[in-house]
Nanobody, 127 residues
């Protein structure tokens, strides 16, 4: 049973930075493409960032490019989301997601393409 556990969320002021972590257990992390999604209150879940299983390629929601960075450490079974210059509109529950892939080149942008999900972690940005 694969489990993903997020950490690092919280309440910050606009302009601050946060780094979310998502640690996996119960599987071979190096075989997973990973992604981050977020869901603002009352809205649908939306894509934030994705990374290939090797970490060699990343993809971001257009509105977040330049502020958010996804990375991973396969030795620690962990994927990260560095969030800088946070804005009140970044307030949401953030989820990490993973799926097995045998291609080092593929990453996935849609929630439906992921099999494993964390429980979510709240990020609140005050103005």
């Amino acid at each position: 049973q694969v489990q993903l556990v997020e950490s690092g969320g919280g309440l910050v002021q606009a302009g601050a930075s946060l780094r979310l972590s998502c640690t996996a257990s119960g599987g071979t992390f190096a075989n997973y493409a990973m992604g981050w999604f977020r869901q603002p209150l009352g809205k649908e879940r939306e894509f934030v960032a994705a990374i290939t299983k090797s970490g060699g390629t990343t993809n971001y929601a257009d509105s977040l490019k330049g502020r958010f960075t996804i990375s991973r450490d396969n030795a620690k079974n962990t994927v990260y989301l560095q969030m800088n210059s946070l804005k009140p509109e970044d307030t949401a529950v953030y989820y990490c997601a993973g799926r097995v892939t045998y291609s080092p080149l593929l990453l996935y942008l849609s929630p439906g393409e992921y099999r494993y999900w964390g429980q979510g972690i709240q990020v609140t940005v005050s103005s």
